[in-house]
């Protein structure tokens, strides 16, 4: 089977995804970790994206019909961690943001 359409398009998503997580990297966005766990994440999405089969008996252990079912239902298990991750940060940095805006209205008062 050669490669379809979807498979070359998710490889070529992959691909840039490698490459963002690089830039990201050099730019020191990401640690260390954090950039080995992009890599595995984007190297097991290309090898999976080209060799679609190598699924099939996981998916089907789990009574998926179609391996789209598969994807989608991790994507939305990844996709809500996520929001709920990225809304736990913004509270930290909502606080952390208040009491700095106090500390400067207080020292504004003491000095007036």
């Known amino acids: ?6 498979q070359l398009i998710l490889f070529c ?11 990201y990297w050099k730019r020191r966005a990401f640690t260390n ?6 890599m595995f994440i ?4 290309l ?7 190598l699924m099939e008996p996981l998916w089907q252990d789990l009574f998926f019909v179609r391996a789209m079912d598969f994807g989608m239902i991790i994507a939305f298990m990844i996709l ?3 929001t709920i991750e990225n809304n736990v940060r913004i509270k930290k940095y909502e606080e952390q943001l ?12 003491k000095r007036k």
């Open 13 to 23: 998503f992959g691909l840039f995804m490698l490459y963002v997580s690089f830039i």
């Open 80 to 82: 809500t961690f996520l």
């Open 33 to 38: 970790t954090t950039f080995a766990v992009w």
């Open 1 to 6: 089977m050669g490669i379809i359409g979807v």
């Open 98 to 109: 208040e009491q700095l805006v106090r500390k400067m209205a207080v020292k504004k008062a």
């Open 47 to 53: 090898t999976f994206s080209l060799f679609p089969k």
């Open 42 to 45: 984007w190297i097991c999405f």
